[in-house]
């Protein structure tokens, strides 16, 4: 059974960083091309990022809103992903899903920007 | 980047109705076209994936057709699991997700 679990979240002041983790088990992750995606509390949802496996040089993609202050990442050997986030802004606040293929997903942890 | 117009936002319908929701691209996507379905507190579930195609375990109710910029979520006869929010996500270039449409008890 594929399973995907994410940590990490919480109340963080703008500025400050948090890294998040999702660790993943019943599927061979050293092939798999991961993402997380991220849902608004307004319910939009939007795709973060993404890091593809060793055989494409663990290629890593930003949406724009992101670019220059996440950095995805991942450990084969743990069957982790990861997603550090420096800068927070407070329109980061959002649900953060770890996501395989965009087929699978964890459920989610929190992550609130706020003084 | 693709923007996804998803419509309508909001469908009341009953249990047995038939119900299709929509999602129209701002460019063609070449069926590369995902479809959702997120209850409350959980994560988006797969339904459909590349426009028609039945993840595994979706019961056949749920069909997707279209190509090129529109595309066409059915839900054949509506049972009561099947309330609850659907998003389409278009994989083509980069990743764009539409608004959602949120299926409700009339």
């Known amino acids: 059974e594929v399973q995907l679990v994410e940590t990490g979240g919480s109340l963080v002041q703008p500025g400050k960083s948090l890294k998040l983790t999702c660790a993943t088990s019943?599927?061979?992750?050293?092939?798999?091309?991961m993402h997380w995606v991220r849902q608004s509390p307004e319910k939009q949802l939007e795709w973060v990022a993404q890091?593809?496996?060793?055989?494409?040089?663990?290629?890593?993609y930003y949406a724009e809103s992101v670019k220059g202050r996440f950095t995805i990442s991942r450990d084969d050997s743990k069957s982790s992903v990861y997603l550090q986030m420096n800068s927070l802004k407070e329109e980061d606040t959002a649900i953060y899903y770890c996501?395989?293929?965009?087929?699978?997903w964890g459920p989610g942890t929190m992550v609130t920007v706020s003084s | 980047d693709i923007q996804m117009t998803q419509s309508p936002s909001l469908l009341s319908a009953s249990v047995g109705d038939r119900v299709t929701i929509n999602c129209k691209a701002s460019?063609?996507?070449?069926?590369?076209l995902n479809w959702y379905q997120q209850k409350l507190g959980e994560a988006p579930k797969l339904l459909i994936y590349?426009?028609?195609n039945l993840q595994t375990g979706i019961p056949s109710r749920f069909s997707g057709s279209g190509s090129g910029t529109d595309y066409t979520l059915t839900i054949s006869s509506l049972q009561p699991e099947d309330f609850g929010t659907y998003f389409c996500?278009?994989?083509?270039?980069?990743?764009?997700f539409g608004a959602g449409t949120k299926l409700e008890l009339k």
């Open positions: 996501t395989w293929r965009v087929d699978f």
């Open positions: 019943g599927f061979t992750f050293s092939n798999a091309w």
């Open positions: 890091i593809k496996a060793k055989s494409n040089n663990y290629a890593t």
């Open positions: 460019q063609n996507i070449n069926k590369y």
């Open positions: 590349n426009t028609n």
């Open positions: 996500f278009q994989h083509n270039s980069w990743y764009t």
